[in-house]
């Protein structure tokens, strides 16, 4: 089998996903676009190396509807020639995109794709798609669905979590997300937003709030209490699949959950052939790669039955791991993957993570993708995985190797 | 039966009145009946509109249930056809470019009132006896003569939701308020009233869906067959996205409310959303297909069995013995003032009777008198019972502690301490006082009658008749007859069950007779896997699951785990003095820890399975956990093992009550399998879905049920073990209700 090289990784910076945020007035084809020049630029790379574009993209309605992949490669000015493909893992979309990136090279049939994501959550919000399994009760009663903030309050009491526990845990993601933007960890991969005349927009998450304390958290109201308890009663719902809970504990709140914001990334994918044919650098070799279904009603514990597919493809165990990047959906995804798998939390989204900077549905198993790479190289280490949990009870996981 | 007429004006008028029937009903018959007359009516050219009204003091009362309950369900396509006959002939009326009037004179439910919804308009009396509704979800249907695309279309999908999900019975003033009915007019004037619509001059024509062009009175036109019809309340009259959120809603309201156990509110769900994303007629074949799925599942046929005609002939006494002259009461008696016998002194003196109510000292009479008292003003308050009548019910309740006041009383009930030798001394006083005539009934729910009636200086006159906690609320009494209860005893004991409006069922005596036996079973159940290591929130929430009101555990919070310790002492006692092995459930080390090491004795010392905090709600004590150490696949377990073990257990929750029902059959304790039925669902809340449980046993077909009751005996004990006349059924094909047209 090919060996699939990632010779770069870029994103955008995160921007508040709402009227006032920073990317609310960029369009999604222009984050996109931003992401895909920024690693023709920096790279020198004849575009006509590249076969294909693979973006995910979540809401793929509207102005992020009718391909934004190749949309973007278009308008980015690549040639022609290179094909562009838009998916939707749900919230892994931007990890899948670059699993299928890595596949197609992988596989012989290509020797260079961008994998990658894109969403504008403030012009295209999150439900715009709409879809059966919330709506037609045909689908939605036999699935047992709940939305995915009832699902993380599931986890939460299944696994025995209490409201501290999530919040100590968040009060350390905006610690770690300040000390490493401080430091300027993360200078390697973004790529500023800028305007038509190159005025620049944005160029850092904004989303963060290093201030947080157990105190500040303290006084938020639990956000799905009333979903769950009251209108429409989606606690009953999920009890009918998950019985031995006796209560849902409503423990989540917009300090303890991924921030809803814009952004874009891009990853450069290859053979070992076209890094010599464009005078590129590997920076790591993808070792392997897995997609699971989980439970759909918890939804969101995919993440360590993924992970232990793709270590055991690799013939790999935890231990050969020497970081980890979760997307923080929700304080108790994390806790749990944390719990199920033995991994100590100084392992683990070591630089903070959505719950402080932000979660672009489409574009964020790209963006933790290159923030573990750039992690693994500034610490000198040699393999990563990144991982998340997705709707519908999925999970994504990719180990990368440096070289 | 179906009375045509046109007048002068060329009015026609269709009137419904099926002879040999209090009410008009929908059957092969009067729909074929109907569909003549309005074929005549649309055809003839001198008829300009048609009036629909009925003969009777009601208007129709829907299907015929037993034409439901007998059809063959074996050939669906065929089914299809059939159930889309009445859709085809409502949506004939409502495009025959005629006007058509519903005038609604009273009670018009299910297909009654989907022919007044395939009206143009309807007008009805303001009579205050008058329902109006669709009540096919109660019976595990759905309304299936269009009602499920109508009713939305006029009023909107959350309008219509108590209508079609629930079920909910309208008076004309609500129907009319919610914009099903257009008018409401005095009784003498509905024919007039409908006459003058049709009379009146047009002033819209429109150009409906259905005739390609050609305009029509706007009258003659329903709203959704009008251009641009957009569904009421959905912003931008569309399902997609207007109405996304509320589906959302319902879909998550419904599961929840359902458990997961009754189909037919899902499958209306079903229809509006998916009937309303798709053109009018579209729209009725989607019903029709969910109608056909209702009827051949068998939820529909056992809840129509049992609580529709099983719960008629109970209530027409049908276990009565023949020949015994109907006893009309007049005064009785009830010992006991508490709880339970002031209970049964409320319902009694509710339903007309005078009643002596005796305890030990006045004080205590009198305090029975004030719960009485209390629960007839709240509902004076409340508007349900006018002052006077409160006053008189009161009025009509003697509190007394002198045995002399029993004299004349027809009947006396015993609703004393359950210790036999209190029993034995008010028997003894109250008999003194009685005519010989008198019957003596006992509400104890363990004690045996034959051993009790050993008392009475007349056993055959000596009766059980077991009320269930609280009276007011619960609808059943068990009937005891003991080895000397005569014949006629039993019959007038009947009488007064009949008298209070409750549904009597008659079981023969046996220790726990039935109820309180089938209960201990389904208790004992929850103890074993308890000690099996499933959690305790899964055998609570497995048993509501499964359609139970309660789980095991609460349930014995409620009844008390020290009784249930006792009980079990008790046997085992007894079965040690007779000589005999003791066979016990497996349980008592559990009862022996809960009520002699732990002291948790239920909610009576706010000490049992559960904690009763005295802020908050109840909640499962927490140290059960560690008494009884969870299985860790289940505690951390997701997906189908953990399911198939929640399945196990809602399975054996129901089964082993099944199951005893069965051995009670067997051992004829019960002598008709309805009365099985029927006492589990209102004496123990028995998954109503399954129409019973012998209904069950049925449900899921004797063979198969024999078979999986073996494979749990061996894995969990002979509570399962199957009795010989389940497995004489099996070998020979039979059912308990499969070759009768109905239980009768």
């Given at each position: ?9 870029v994103?955008t ?11 609310h ?6 984050l996109a676009?931003t992401a ?8 020198k790379?004849?575009?006509?190396l590249?076969?294909?574009v693979?973006l995910?993209?979540v ?8 391909n934004?992949a ?5 308008m980015a000015?690549?040639?022609?020639t290179v094909?562009?493909?838009q998916?939707?893992?749900?919230c892994?979309?931007?990890l899948?995109?670059?699993?299928m ?5 992988m ?5 260079a ?5 894109v ?9 715009s798609?709409?879809?059966a ?5 045909a ?10 903030g009832?699902s ?5 009491s ?5 409201r ?5 845990y ?5 610690k ?5 933007w ?9 790529v500023p937003?800028?305007d ?13 709030r ?10 938020l ?25 006796e209560?849902?504990?409503h423990?989540?709140?917009?300090g303890n ?16 052939e076209f ?5 590129l ?7 392997s ?6 439970e759909?009603?918890?939804?969101l ?17 935890t231990?050969?791991?020497?970081l ?5 959906a ?6 749990r ?21 932000g ?14 790479l750039?992690?693994?190289e500034?610490?000198g280490?040699?393999?990563?995985l ?9 999970g ?8 | 039966?179906?009375n ?14 099926m002879?040999g ?5 929908l059957n092969?018959g009067?729909m074929?009946?109907?569909a ?6 649309v055809?003839d050219?001198a008829?300009k509109?048609?009036i ?8 129709i ?6 034409m ?8 669906a ?7 889309s006959?009445l859709?085809k002939?409502?949506r ?25 919804l395939?009206c143009?308009?309807r ?8 329902k109006i ?11 299936g003569g269009g ?6 279309r ?5 309008a ?7 079920g ?9 308020g ?12 509905l ?7 049709l009379m ?5 024509k ?5 005739t390609?062009?050609?305009?029509l ?8 067959d009008?251009?641009?019809?957009r569904?009421p309340?959905?912003?931008g ?8 959120e ?15 156990v009754?189909?037919?509110?899902k499958?209306?769900l079903?229809?509006v ?7 009018f ?18 939820v529909s046929k ?8 099983g719960?008629?002939?109970?209530n ?7 020949g015994?002259p ?9 010992l ?7 209970g049964?002194?409320n319902?009694?003196?509710r ?18 008198r ?6 007839v003003e709240?509902?004076?308050g ?5 002052k006077?009548?409160a ?16 004299k004349?009383c027809?009947?006396v ?9 209190v ?11 009685l ?6 009934a006992?509400?104890?729910s363990?004690?045996?009658?034959t051993?009790?009636a050993e ?31 005569s ?17 009597p ?11 309180s ?11 074993r ?5 499933i959690?305790?929130?899964?055998i609570?929430n ?18 008390a785990?020290?009784l249930?310790?006792?009980i079990?002492?008790q ?16 349980t008592e080390?559990m009862?022996?820890?809960m009520v ?9 010392n706010?000490k049992?399975?559960?904690e009763?905090?005295a ?5 499962l ?12 696949e289940?505690a ?17 929750l ?6 005893d029902?069965a051995?009670?059959?067997?051992s ?5 399998p309805q009365?099985?039925?029927i006492?589990s ?9 399954t129409?019973g449980?012998?209904s069950?046993i049925?449900?899921?077909g ?12 061996q ?7 199957v009795?010989?006349l389940?497995?004489?059924?099996a070998?020979?094909?039979q ?7 109905k239980?009768?």
């Open positions: 089998m090919t060996e699939a090289y990632i010779y770069d990784a994103r910076p995160r921007g508040k996903g709402r009227r006032d945020g920073s990317l007035e960029v369009t999604p084809v222009r676009v895909l020049q920024a690693l023709r630029d920096r790279n790379l004849d575009t006509s590249v076969d294909d693979v995910g993209c809401m793929p309605i509207g102005e992020q509807g009718a934004i190749r949309t973007a490669a278009v000015g690549f040639e022609q094909a562009g493909v998916i939707n893992r749900f892994a979309s931007g899948e995109a670059t699993n990136a890595a596949a197609q090279v596989s012989g049939q290509s020797q794709v961008i994998g990658g994501g969403e504008s959550m403030s012009r295209v919000p999150m439900g798609d709409g879809g399994w919330p709506v037609d009760p689908v939605a009663i036999p699935m047992y669905f709940v939305p995915q009832i993380a309050d599931l986890v939460a299944k696994y025995g979590f209490s501290d526990d999530v919040d100590a968040s009060v350390e993601s905006q770690r997300a300040k000390a490493a401080d430091a300027k960890y993360f200078k390697k991969s973004i937003v800028k038509q005349n190159g005025v620049e927009l944005l160029d850092h998450d904004e989303h963060m290093p201030q947080t304390t157990m105190q500040s958290l303290a006084s109201e639990p956000s799905f209490k009333m979903h769950g308890e009251m209108m429409p009663g989606f606690n009953a719902v999920a009890l009918q699949k998950y019985p031995e809970v209560k849902i504990n423990v989540h709140h917009a959950s991924s921030g809803i914001v814009d952004g874009a990334a891009g990853i450069l994918i290859g053979t070992k890094g010599e044919k464009a005078g650098k590997a920076r790591a070799r993808i070792r790669f897995a997609s699971i279904g989980s759909p009603t918890i939804m514990t995919g993440p360590a039955p993924a992970s232990e597919k793709a270590l055991k493809r690799a013939g790999m165990s231990k050969d791991i020497d980890y990047e979760l997307n923080e929700f304080a108790a995804v994390v806790l993957y944390m719990q199920a798998l033995n991994i100590p939390h100084d392992k683990i989204n070591v630089n903070g993570g959505a719950i402080a900077m979660h672009p549905l489409g574009a964020t198993g790209a963006m933790i993708l290159g923030t573990l750039d992690e693994l500034r610490r280490l040699s393999t990563g990144a991982t998340l949990c997705i709707g519908a009870g999925m994504t996981a990719t180990i990368i190797e440096r070289v | 039966m179906i045509y007429a046109v007048d002068s004006d060329g009015i026609a008028t269709i009137t419904w009145d002879p029937r209090t009410m008009n009903v092969e009067s074929a009946a109907f003549d007359a309005a074929q005549k009516a055809k050219p008829v509109g048609i629909l009204t009925s003969g009777k003091a009601d208007f009362a829907g299907a015929d249930l037993e439901i309950l007998n059809v063959d369900t074996s050939d396509k065929a089914l299809t056809e059939q159930f006959q859709q002939m409502f004939a009326m409502e495009t025959s470019g005629k006007p058509w009037v519903a005038a609604i004179n009273g009670t018009a439910l299910g297909g009654g009132f989907e022919i007044c395939a143009h308009y007008i009805a009396a303001d009579n205050p006896k008058a509704g669709q009540p096919e979800v109660k019976i595990g249907l759905l309304p009602g499920t695309q109508r009713i939305p006029l009023i909107g999908v959350m219509a939701a108590p209508v079609l999900i629930e909910k019975d309208l008076s004309v003033a609500e129907a009319k919610m914009g099903l009915i257009h008018e409401v007019v005095p009784a003498g004037e024919l007039a009233r409908a006459k003058a619509w009146a001059p047009s002033t819209e429109v150009s409906p869906t259905y390609k062009g050609v305009t009175d706007a009258r003659a036109v329903q709203p959704w009008k251009p641009n019809y569904i309340n959905f912003a009259g569309k399902v997609w996205p207007g109405g996304v509320m589906f959302i809603g319902g879909n998550a309201m419904i599961s929840g409310k359902t458990n997961g009754y189909p037919a509110p499958a209306i079903s229809c959303y998916e009937g309303l994303n798709v053109p007629d579209t729209g009725l074949k989607i019903e029709t297909r969910y109608f056909v799925s209702l009827l051949r599942d068998p056992s809840m129509i069995r049992t609580l529709f005609f719960l008629q002939e109970a027409k006494l049908a276990r009565r013995p023949k015994v109907k006893q009309e009461y007049t005064k009785i008696g009830v006991g003032a508490g709880l339970m016998g002031a049964i002194a319902v009694s003196a339903a007309g009777l005078s009643i002596v109510l005796l305890d030990r000292d006045q004080a205590s009479a009198d305090k029975g004030a719960h009485i008292q209390a629960d709240k509902d004076a409340r508007g349900r019972l006018t006077e009548r006053a008189e019910i009161l009025g009509r309740v003697k509190a007394t502690a002198d045995y002399a006041d029993l004349g027809d009947l009930i015993e609703a004393v301490f359950e210790n036999r030798e029993k034995a001394a008010a028997t003894k006083q109250a008999e003194a006082v005519a010989p005539t008198a019957i003596f006992s509400n104890t363990t004690l045996p009658i051993g009790l008392a009475s200086a007349r056993p055959a006159n000596f009766i059980g008749l077991h009320f269930f906690s609280p009276v007011e609320k619960m609808p059943l009494v068990e009937i005891i007859v003991g080895k000397q209860t014949q006629e005893t039993l019959a007038r004991a009947l009488d007064y069950v009949q008298k209070i409006r409750k549904t069922i008659v079981v023969n005596d046996s220790r726990g007779f039935f109820t036996r089938v209960c201990g079973a389904f208790i004992s159940e929850g103890h896997m308890l000690k099996e290591g959690p305790a929130a899964m609570e497995c048993a509501r699951l499964a359609g139970m009101p309660v789980g095991p555990l609460a349930l014995n919070d409620e009844v785990i020290d249930s310790y006792k079990m002492d046997t085992r006692r007894d079965a040690e003095a007779a000589g005999q092995k003791y066979e016990g459930s497996g080390d009862l022996e820890l002699k090491k732990l002291e948790r004795f239920g909610r009576k706010g049992g399975f559960y009763y905090p802020d908050g709600k109840k909640r004590w927490p140290g059960l956990k560690e008494h009884f150490k969870e299985r860790e289940l951390h377990g997701e997906g189908p093992a953990k399911d198939a073990v929640a399945a196990e257990v809602k399975k054996r129901l089964y082993v009550q099944a199951i029902t051995r009670c059959l067997e004829n304790v019960l002598t008709d009365d099985g039925d006492g669902i209102m004496g123990l809340g028995f998954a109503p879905q129409g449980a012998i069950l049925d449900q899921v004797i063979a198969k049920f024999v078979q999986e009751c073996d494979s749990l005996a894995k969990y004990g002979s509570q399962f073990a009795p010989k389940l497995r004489d059924m070998s020979k094909g059912s308990f209700y499969g070759a009768k047209s239980a009768a």
